[in-house]
């Protein structure tokens, strides 16, 4: 199993609706974070959390918001989706030193039409 | 903001070596990152660099030089399988976010 599981893996939906992506997590890392790809760009921070009451804004936050439910969860919403949302979106965790690198679920790829 | 720079593409022949190189300007340094993701795929750790040298892992090498604001990823006998998109990430202040580069794509060929 997956130490970083994300959910849908794909989704489709239409400009205006409501989004949410999960990330749950079994490594027991206080630090989550959510990322954006889009091609040429790289991967941009959106939102972390470095524990269950810590929430901050990355780079580029505007239009999404996140919930941190537990630990093991991080939640990301898009509350009115427009296409330039269309990206490949992950979900990393890390530990508390800082020589540990971040480890990446598999992506969920949305696509806003 | 930070600026982490790394060429776009590289192409390169099976069993041969390629050098990915990778300058960074940032608010401060506190550790280079590199990852290896395949298209459509989570990227994955590939190695780390806080002081100046190499540091080698089988046939990834990875080399920091601060004062540079410079590193490289050194992958030598290439195969198929390393074609793939790698990652430069640097830890630019005291906490735990990272800022990446664009990535570079690497081709193998046969």
């Known amino acids: 199993d997956a130490d970083v599981t994300q959910t849908p893996r794909n989704r489709i939906t239409k400009t205006g609706k409501r989004i949410m992506l999960e990330c749950s997590q079994t490594?027991?890392?206080?630090?989550m974070y959510w990322y954006r790809q889009d091609p040429g760009l790289g991967l941009r921070l959106i939102y972390y959390s470095f524990d269950v009451k810590d929430i901050n804004k990355g780079e580029i936050s505007d239009g999404y918001s996140v919930s941190r439910q537990a630990q093991a969860k991080f939640s990301l919403s898009l509350e009115s989706a427009i296409p330039n949302q269309t990206a490949l979106y992950f979900c990393a965790t890390s530990a508390g030193q800082l020589d540990q690198p971040q480890h990446f679920g598999d992506g969920t790829r949305l696509s806003i039409l | 903001g930070q600026n982490i720079d790394q060429p776009t593409e590289m192409t390169a022949t099976e069993g041969a070596i390629v050098q990915i190189n990778c300058t960074y300007q940032t608010s401060g340094f506190n550790g280079l990152f590199w990852y290896q993701q395949h298209a459509g795929e989570a990227p994955t750790f590939l190695s780390y660099n806080v002081l100046d040298g190499l540091e080698e892992k089988g046939r990834f090498s990875s080399f920091l030089s601060r004062s540079k604001g410079y590193s490289y990823l050194l992958l030598k006998e290439l195969q198929m399988k390393d074609s793939a998109s790698y990652l430069c990430?640097?830890?630019?202040?005291?906490?735990?976010?990272?800022?990446f580069g664009a990535g570079t794509t690497v081709t193998v060929r046969a």
């Open positions: 490594k027991g890392h206080d630090r």
């Open positions: 990430a640097v830890k630019a202040t005291n906490d735990y976010k990272l800022s």
